[in-house]
């Protein structure tokens, strides 16, 4: 069988299983028991890459399938405590796809189409010893059966993503998908993720029956993709290296409807398996495509993305973004793209880049050259580090000053966040050595920018700004509010103080402890 009732859902899940790190997600099984059957039985998951999409998959297939015999693969998780446990173990046909899957031979979308049809029919033929004509539809085929089927279809949208697709495949695709499914009598239950959601905006959708859950809609299964915070405390017990509060700065800064933050799942996994935060995730995936994108765009969102780096968030209204859109032309698409791919975190309409991982990346977007003037800048950034950790006040005041000529718009220096910007630009080679946090909480206020060194020889950096003010005022405000206090193990620390009234004025000092 290719896919109607096969054990590869089973050997995933045990897999699954027998890694050092599992958090059981098992409950999600009570959700879909209760759909079975009913009006609201077609369900589309879209979460970013790496989020748990295709374990859960396979772990409603080692559940469901016909033939198999799963009870003691969920021995002690959640599930087993469930009323409804018993009611559907292993007593469901299922039509298991993964749709990533391409055939060994596949140059168009008619042979990938084909392969899947090809393959059903098959299935059918074999397991229902049903008379298939040459020109029967898979749904004509499924309804001669006379059987009822729960349908996994993981990665619904890979297909969307090969160079091959045309505007008239990607329609033909949604048809057929379409023919399957929409209205079906033998359709208990059609759970499908993926990483785009559907584009329903009218009633005549092909799709429109399925009721979509993603990152900026969903408060039904949000509990079952990525870690929360309390699962990440419990894996640390067991692995406690990284800490939680390495995990936190490296992987959090999602959100659930409740408040809590939600942790990158594959990331933290791999962490606690090496014992090392790095960036796990954003090595590989359609990041490159978004910057891209930006890089045609960069009049409408380079804004955004230089407030973000600067640690300030973008209020913006997104209705979110469906997978006929790859051609991405506006800001609202190309800013809800990134919340879809799970490159900005949106949380009460406000955009952020919810961590460490994530924030390397646009700092290399930063430095593209399509960033234009903005690009220009960021290549003087080591000079201007290398200006300050030398006292050399003057030459970094010269630095900024430059930074007019530029003339870009948005830097219109008529308050402290514009001229945050300015700081982020003109120090970004400094993150090469520094953790750059703004705004952090100290006892009697918070700091503009706290440079925290990555490696000892390196002093940490306090730096205030004013505006329209003097950099006297700043440096007093360090003191006053005892910002040092913040890096209070540290021997030496540099205080930068930076004012804008017309033109820069800038003092650095040191401050050393007693």
């Keep these: 069988m290719y896919y109607l009732d096969t054990n590869a ?4 899940f045990q897999k699954v299983l027998n890694n050092r790190i599992y958090v059981d997600k098992s409950l999600l099984i009570e959700k879909t028991n209760d759909m079975i059957g009913r009006d609201n039985c077609y369900v589309c998951i879209t979460r970013p890459r790496r989020f748990g999409k295709t374990i859960n998959v396979s772990m409603l297939g080692a559940y469901y399938t016909v033939g198999n015999d799963a009870q003691n693969l969920f021995k002690g998780l959640k599930i ?65 059966v006379n059987e009822n089927f729960i349908f996994l279809l993981d990665e619904w949208d890979s297909i969307f993503y090969e160079g091959f697709m045309s505007e008239e495949d990607k329609k033909n695709y949604l048809k057929f998908l379409k023919g399957l499914l929409k209205d079906q009598p033998y359709v208990e239950l059609a759970f499908m993720t993926g990483v785009l959601p559907i584009a329903k905006y009218s009633a005549g959708s092909e799709l429109n029956m399925f009721e979509e859950f993603s990152f900026l ?26 800490s939680y509060e390495e995990l936190k700065y490296w992987y959090d800064g999602y959100y659930k409807n409740d408040e809590t933050s939600l942790f990158n799942p594959r990331s933290v996994s791999l962490a606690l398996q090496n014992e090392y935060c790095k960036n796990y995730w954003t090595e590989t995936g359609p990041m490159n495509e978004i910057a891209n994108v930006v890089d045609h765009n960069v009049d409408e969102v380079r804004e955004d993305i230089v407030k973000m780096v600067s640690g300030i968030p973008v209020e913006v209204e997104l209705d979110g973004y469906g997978a006929t859109q790859l051609e991405l032309n506006s800001r609202d698409e190309i800013l809800s793209a990134m919340v879809v ?12 880049i919810p961590n460490r991982e994530l924030m390397e990346k646009f700092e290399k977007v930063l430095k593209r050259e399509s960033m234009g003037a903005i690009a220009e800048i960021t290549k003087q950034s080591k000079a201007v580090l290398q200006a300050t950790l030398a006292k050399d006040s003057d030459t970094v005041a010269q630095y900024l000053e ?39 909480k100290s006892g009697k206020g918070y700091v503009d ?13 306090i730096l205030e700004l004013k ?3 003097s950099a006297k005022d700043a440096i007093d405000q ?7 206090d913040k890096v209070k193990d540290y021997q030496e620390v540099l205080l930068v103080s930076m004012n804008y009234d017309k033109h820069y004025e800038c003092i650095i000092e040191t401050y050393k402890a007693v």
């Design 9 to 12: 859902p089973i050997i995933k």
């Design 80 to 144: 087993e405590n469930s009323d409804s446990f018993k009611k559907h173990l292993n007593k469901h046909h299922v039509i298991y796809i993964d749709f990533s899957r391409m055939p060994d031979q596949c140059k168009g979308f008619d042979d990938y189409l084909t392969a899947i049809q090809v393959r059903l029919k098959r299935d059918m033929r074999d397991a229902f010893q049903v008379d298939i004509f040459e020109d029967d539809s898979i749904q004509e085929i499924l309804n001669k």
């Design 217 to 242: 809609n969903d408060c039904k299964f949000e509990d079952f993709y990525g870690f929360g915070e309390e699962e990440v405390k419990e894996l640390c017990k067991v692995h406690p290296k990284p």
């Design 341 to 352: 791919y799970g490159f900005l975190s949106y949380h009460d309409h406000e955009l952020r």
């Design 402 to 440: 430059a930074v007019h000529d530029h003339e870009i718009p948005f830097l219109k220096y008529n308050d402290e966040n514009s001229l945050s910007y300015v700081v982020t630009l003109c120090y970004l080679y400094a993150r090469e050595y520094y953790d750059i946090e703004r705004e952090e």
């Design 449 to 461: 920018y706290l440079f925290t060194p990555k490696k000892k020889q390196y002093p940490p950096i």
């Design 467 to 469: 505006y329209d003010k």
């Design 478 to 484: 360090i003191y006053e509010k005892h910002y040092i």
